[in-house]
């Protein structure tokens, strides 16, 4: 059976970003940018009044001062502020020719056209100016390629200038097998249950910055995986669930096989999820994932996830972080182990359930304890790695 990190490793080894589409600066949340991004305009686009005040020259001080104008956000003062003279300026709104100073307007008392400092006035030439450029400027590089954008990006993308930006969405599509699967939302019959694993791993997906496409459900024949392999080929992951096992009904890697897929291997020395299938399908890359939903989760999260970080042009970085156990673990055996787990400020005690079947469990984990191969029995207070599924979920 393959390791953990020889699987990782020969996944990620097949994966390389996929082409870049333009997308709306709105549709871009989240999504991974594919080239540096370089600033269109200046921001502030001129020397702005970072206060409510008047506009002064600083070789005036302290005053008085003739009012002789008004420069507003949006429309400024088209006139210039001569020696004496001061103009009426509100936040954001480009500081008059002949100005470089702010008063605010709680320092001074205007009379009709007569403005008289009553406060300590400014404390330097220039106060309460910002600087053209002082943001950015056109021609600078503001996001590095393979950044995830954050909303702050989206913002910043906006006011420099873009209304599009190419980035790389991987497209996965997921495709549930088993004849005894009914969609959410519909009551099973005897002998059913609903089909879980879905909805899952395509939100799953969507928060890495995939587009995720849910296929449905197929029933364990192999003309039904087929098509349901057929309706997924124009994808660059295809996810299956269920059926990578050994029983008579387990038929992905014959579908798969039957497809014309290359199977690259199956079976990772891991728990849960240790029958996973992974191989290509025409130029799109297949994970089929065991059909328990805490092993399926647990693959996609250690394979599908990273995979989809290189498919984005993402450099993965490893979210392993370490806490402090609360209480004792048994030692591991030959399979690194995933243990489900509560991860607090204290430090991280795994649950006493940790079948495979147990999605209670998995929702109300926020971690999975790492317990590495042949890991000898451990006590409380140690240090162990521990994956945060909070952190991952929600990145950038
Ligand atoms: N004789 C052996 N039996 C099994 C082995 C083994 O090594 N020898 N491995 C076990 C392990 S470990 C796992 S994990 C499972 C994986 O089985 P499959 O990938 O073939 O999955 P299924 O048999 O199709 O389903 C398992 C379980 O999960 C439920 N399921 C399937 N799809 C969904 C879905 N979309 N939503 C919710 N639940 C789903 C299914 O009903 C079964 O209960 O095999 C062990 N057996
Ligand atoms: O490897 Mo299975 O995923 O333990 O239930």
Redesign the pocket.
């Known amino acids: 059976m393959l390791s953990y990190e020889e699987a990782l490793a020969r996944l990620l080894a097949a994966c390389g970003p996929v082409p870049p589409v333009d997308l709306p600066l709105a549709e871009a949340a989240s999504l991974t940018l594919a080239g540096d991004l370089a600033a269109r305009l200046t921001q502030p686009p001129f020397p702005a009044s970072a206060m409510d005040g008047y506009a002064v020259r600083w070789a005036d001080m302290p005053g008085p001062w003739r009012v002789v104008g008004e420069s507003a956000a949006g429309r400024g003062f088209a006139g210039k502020v001569r020696a004496g003279e001061t103009a009426r300026i509100f936040t954001g709104a480009p500081l008059p020719e002949g100005a470089d100073t702010v008063i605010v307007q709680e320092e001074v008392c205007r009379e009709g056209d007569l403005l008289t400092l009553t406060g300590e006035g400014p404390p330097h030439t220039g106060a309460h100016v910002r600087k053209a450029g002082k943001d950015f400027s056109a021609g600078e590089r503001l996001i590095a390629a393979g950044t995830r954008l954050s909303p702050q990006h989206l913002g910043l993308a906006a006011a420099s200038g873009h209304g599009s930006l190419a980035v790389r969405r991987p497209r996965v599509a997921v495709i549930a097998t088993g004849d005894e699967l009914v969609p959410p939302g519909e009551t099973p019959q005897a002998d059913q249950i609903v089909s879980s694993n879905g909805v899952m791993l395509a939100a799953l997906f969507r928060a890495a910055g995939a587009e995720a496409c849910d296929l449905g459900i197929f029933p364990d024949n192999l003309d039904a995986i087929g098509k349901g392999l057929k309706a997924a080929s124009d994808a660059d992951l295809v996810v299956t669930i269920g059926g990578a ?1 050994v029983g008579d009904h387990d038929l992905v890697q014959a579908a798969l096989q039957d497809a014309g897929a290359a199977l690259d291997f199956w079976k990772v020395a ?6 996973l299938i992974a191989g290509s399908l025409g130029r799109a890359r297949v994970l089929g994932l ?1 059909g ?1 939903p ?3 989760l ?2 996609a999260v250690l394979f599908a996830l990273p995979m989809l970080a290189r498919m984005a042009g993402r450099t993965n970085t490893d979210p392993t972080i370490t806490a402090r156990l609360l209480a004792p673990l048994p030692a591991n055996g030959n ?1 690194r182990d995933h243990l489900r787990a509560r991860l607090t400020a204290d430090g991280v005690r795994a649950f006493d359930a940790q ?3 147990m999605l209670g469990v998995l929702a109300g984990a926020n971690a999975l304890i790492i317990r590495p191969v042949g890991a000898p029995a451990t006590a409380a207070g140690a240090d162990v790695p521990v994956l945060a599924l909070d952190r991952i979920f929600v990145t950038p």
Do not use: F
């Not at 891991?270 to 029958?275: L, S």
């Open positions: 096992s891991i728990k849960p999820g240790k029958p065991p328990n805490v092993s399926a647990v693959c399979r079948d495979s079947s």
